[in-house]
């Protein structure tokens, strides 16, 4: 089954230095039928605005993934790390039993980032972080491995989930087969232009949720980018 959610759909808020637009149930948004998709718990896509960001701030038990596409935002956490993540880097903190930080656009241009939240394998996991470049935006008509907790992946970032995070770029009528089992489900998420997936069109900002598959027919209706997720179907117990 390939569900489709058009961008209209996704919840917006806007702080005046910072739209965020909401996949899921987050902060001031609450669907009960939309909390997760396996343990992807929060895919948020957010605009933040020159010389703002977020305050120190604390999490615990969940694994954070923040993928920026544009500009550069600064981290500082109560582990000892003070770092600048630029577009095409990727950054996973893993909260475990608790960590507090900071995120702020120190530039004059916005930032343009996904940030992404995981239900981890197992509570308690001692804080930890890792940032790696991975070039992913000069991607030519491949899936790009930005983060994973299966370990038969290399020089991906590593995440406590078994789950993995692929960037894709295809031209226009170019075409991808990932290849999946009926035990796992399929997240997409355009970021640019359009896609036919399993013969369902979808538009920039559409998302895609796929179950029951062992493999997802991508084809780019123009050209295209967007985020590929493959998680679980089981759902997550915590």
Excluded: C
């Excluded at 209209?8 to 637009?21: C, E, F, I, K, P």
């Excluded at 969940?62 to 550069?72: K, Y």
């Excluded at 039993?97 to 996904?114: A, F, K, Q």
Aim: proline letters at 3%; glycine letters at 6%; aromatic letters at 10%.
């Amino acid at each position: 089954m390939t569900k489709l959610i058009n961008a209209a759909d996704r919840h917006l808020t806007s702080a005046g230095w910072l739209n965020s637009y909401f996949l899921f149930s987050f902060a001031d948004y609450y669907d009960q039928q939309n909390m997760n998709f396996g343990p992807l718990r929060v895919f948020n896509d957010d605009t933040i605005a020159a010389r703002s960001g977020f305050p120190q701030h604390s999490h615990s038990d969940m694994e954070i993934i923040t993928i920026v596409l544009d500009g550069e935002i600064a981290h500082e956490d109560s582990i000892g790390n003070e770092t600048t993540i630029r577009a095409g880097e990727v950054q996973r903190m893993t909260a475990g039993t608790g960590i507090t930080h900071s995120e702020r656009n120190n530039t004059d241009e916005e930032v343009h980032l996904y940030q992404l939240w995981f239900i981890p394998s197992s509570k308690n996991i001692k804080p930890s972080y890792e940032q790696r470049r991975v070039d992913f935006l000069d991607a030519k008509n491949e899936l790009i491995p930005l983060v994973s907790g299966q370990k038969v992946l290399e020089d991906v970032v590593y995440m406590n989930s078994n789950s993995t995070v692929y960037y894709g770029n295809l031209k226009a009528d170019k075409e991808i087969n990932f290849q999946t089992f009926d035990i796992r489900r399929t997240f997409i998420y355009i970021t640019e232009g359009e896609l036919v997936v399993n013969g369902v069109q979808a538009e920039k900002n559409d998302q895609l949720r796929i179950d029951n598959m062992k493999i997802v027919e991508i084809k780019a209706a123009q050209d295209a980018q967007f985020i590929l997720i493959d998680v679980p179907a089981v759902e997550a117990n915590f």
